[in-house]
């Protein structure tokens, strides 16, 4: 959408309400919708989100900027161009095709396990709704929108008081540090404030897991792929956040999430020039993005992989609007962005783990000889054959993909490991049955005459150096 009749600016605000002195309203021009389109409006703006004082990922990122509308300076076409090829190369790899934060293999079962730890009095149940937060999930699986065919999706809530958990309270205690920061009041004061290093807290949890399940009463589960999810609701009236800046950390095999009975705190961020505040007790939104991260490894929306920095770079254009992660966002449904990244992960980490299984088999054909000496002529040509149908079924995987038909990938990759075991098993076979054979030779007859030849240069070298005195006789003499 590009408006150049209108002066009037304008940006498009996602929730209800206006901004207050206590609650940033951020606007936008962007809108990712459930279904595969995305709308951006560049006629609207312009808008301005990211670090307040230093950062990465701010907005408007240069002099011009692709989502503003051309009010001022007239643009030149090229300017133009150029911007709007740089949108759609970020929307490209921000949106269609994130990166893949951890490895997710298939698993049929999915459970999610809420452990909320608080105090005696009861944890608020204001900015903590269970029934939200597994509604984003378990609605999109409904919908065939999340989760690959087999797969199931379910949660539990399990309750703890923080008074009968010992361990919980020395996890917590062992993880909590302070930092000191410079204030200028009437003269520049020195402030200490105290969080939760998630690392440590992280480490503690792995360390007693036993311990926190006796207490939490989890069962065990013998199938699926289980993701506990542990939210410390601590009754202290100070700000306590995880690496002082988040209220959730997503781990490959935990999340951990932190609130406290403080209510608000300015985020380091900033949108259309207020100061971004952080709800401190509302968690729906960042548990959602970090379940999201950990038990499908999507990627946030303001990262992304870099090869050639060999690191992940930050940008918030796209961390507005409907989307979990971010701060600028205010909405914890999911965006198509987010529903084909939990499906793909899960595709492409199938896919790494077939590759990688079929590369091995090469190694081992490679090591006993190659293709032709270790298997037999019946069993070369089935092998043969096997691996042709295999590497057709891979690209059909891929192509499948790439047409966002992932219930196609996933029938094709299912139908690739049938051929790959049976590749397997034919070079062990092939393997079982080779004999370690001893192959006596005769020695290698004596190099005569490189030795008479040696000899005899040894032999002249030291003929000449005896009758030295002999042979430079006459030019002795002439001097």
């Not at 595969?36 to 609207?44: F, N």
Request: hydrophobic share 40%; with cysteine; charged share 20%.
């Amino acid at each position: 959408s590009l408006s150049l009749g209108s002066s009037k600016t304008y940006a498009y605000s996602y929730t209800h309400g206006d901004s207050s002195p206590g609650f940033t309203k951020c606007l936008g021009s962007i809108w990712t919708g459930k279904d595969r389109y995305l709308w951006i409006d560049l006629g609207a703006g312009p808008v301005d989100y990211g670090p307040a004082l230093s950062g990465d990922g701010v907005l408007p990122k240069g002099e011009f900027h692709p989502f503003a509308a051309l009010h001022g300076r007239p643009k030149s076409q090229k300017a133009l161009l150029s911007d709007l090829a740089s949108l759609v190369w970020s929307a490209y790899q921000v949106l269609l095709v994130p990166s893949l934060r951890i490895p997710v293999p298939f698993e049929n079962k999915l459970i999610v396990e809420f452990i909320h730890i608080h105090g005696d009095a009861g944890g608020s149940s204001l900015g903590l709704d269970w029934k939200s937060i597994e509604s984003n999930f378990m609605n999109e699986a409904n919908e065939h929108g999340l989760l690959l065919r087999d797969q199931d999706l379910s949660f539990k809530k399990y309750e703890v008081k923080l008074s009968e958990c010992s361990i919980c309270s020395f996890a917590i205690a062992r993880a909590t540090t302070s930092y000191t920061s410079r204030y200028l009041f009437d003269n520049y004061t020195l402030i200490v404030s105290e969080y939760l290093d998630s690392k440590r807290l992280h480490q503690t949890i792995l360390e007693s897991v036993d311990e926190f399940r006796r207490v939490a009463q989890l069962p065990e589960e013998e199938f699926g792929r289980v993701l506990p999810v542990y939210v410390f609701d601590l009754d202290v009236n100070t700000i306590l956040l995880l690496d002082r800046y988040h209220q959730t950390v997503a781990f490959k095999d935990m999340v951990i999430a932190v609130r406290t009975k403080s209510t608000q705190t300015v985020s380091d961020y900033s949108c259309n020039g207020h100061h971004v505040f952080t709800q401190a007790r509302e968690l729906e939104r960042p548990l959602v993005g970090s379940i999201l991260q950990s038990m499908w490894g999507v990627s946030p929306t303001h990262l992304v992989w870099s090869p050639r920095h060999n690191s992940s770079l930050v940008d918030y254009t796209w961390s507005i609007g409907q989307t979990p992660f971010g701060p600028f966002s205010e909405i914890s449904s999911l965006s198509f962005v987010q529903k084909d990244a939990a499906r793909r992960n899960v595709l492409l980490t199938t896919l790494n783990y077939t590759i990688t299984s079929g590369i091995d088999v090469l190694d081992s054909i490679a090591a006993h000889g190659g293709d032709r000496k270790l298997l037999k002529h019946t069993r070369h040509t089935e092998f043969v054959q096997r691996w042709n149908l295999f590497r057709y079924k891979l690209d059909r995987s891929i192509s499948a993909m790439s047409h966002f038909d992932y219930e196609m990938a996933l029938y094709y990759l299912r139908s690739s490991d049938h051929d790959l075991y049976a590749i397997h098993n034919l070079v062990y076979q092939a393997s079982q049955e080779l004999e370690a054979s001893l192959v006596c030779f005769k020695d290698p007859p004596f190099p005569w005459t490189s030795f008479l030849l040696s000899a005899g240069i040894l032999f002249a070298f030291f003929f000449a150096y005896a009758k030295r005195d002999k042979l430079f006789q006459n030019k002795r003499k002439q001097f």
